[in-house]
């Protein structure tokens, strides 16, 4: 599977859809489909959307999930979930291993941790993408260390 920056938002979120698809029938997966396929069964409020007669898949691919809806969009908070996993699992930002332990000692789970980290992650890609730089990690870690006070 190619490396997501790389796909567009369709055959992303077709990726998505396939993965859990596989998950569901036994089918051996790629890495990637694997952490895909495990953060989808953590959230089973999206697993109408990704299962059986519910999943139409051109509806789901082309799925608008405006804010002023009042509706999540699903793939991007799995994958919000995604990015906090690899970023934990090489310390990038460094220390953001430590912090996740902190919170997931705190909140209970790994799963729990992420939770507390994502409006932060959104909060910094935001800002980036509006002022049209790259993310700000000192500004991340800073939110993320927030939580743990």
Not at 34 to 59: K, M, N, T, W
Not at 90 to 118: K, N, V, W
């Amino acid at each position: 599977m190619p490396v997501f920056h790389e796909q567009s938002r369709e055959s992303l979120r077709r990726a998505y859809v396939e993965a859990w698809r596989k998950r569901q029938r036994g089918l051996p997966l790629e890495p990637l489909e694997a952490q895909i396929a495990d953060v989808i069964a953590e959230h089973p409020e999206y697993h109408v959307l990704f299962e059986g007669r519910a999943v139409d898949e051109p509806s789901v691919v082309a799925a608008e999930f405006p804010p002023e809806a009042g509706r999540d969009n699903p793939f991007l908070h799995l994958g919000l979930h995604l990015a906090i996993r690899e970023q934990v699992a090489t310390d990038r930002p460094s220390g953001i291993a430590a912090i996740h332990a902190g919170l997931a000692r705190r909140l209970g789970t790994p799963h729990a941790a992420e939770h507390a980290m994502l409006e932060a992650l959104g909060e910094t890609l935001w800002s980036a993408q509006r002022a049209g730089r790259a993310p700000d990690e000192d500004a991340y870690l800073t939110r993320l260390r927030a939580l743990l006070a």
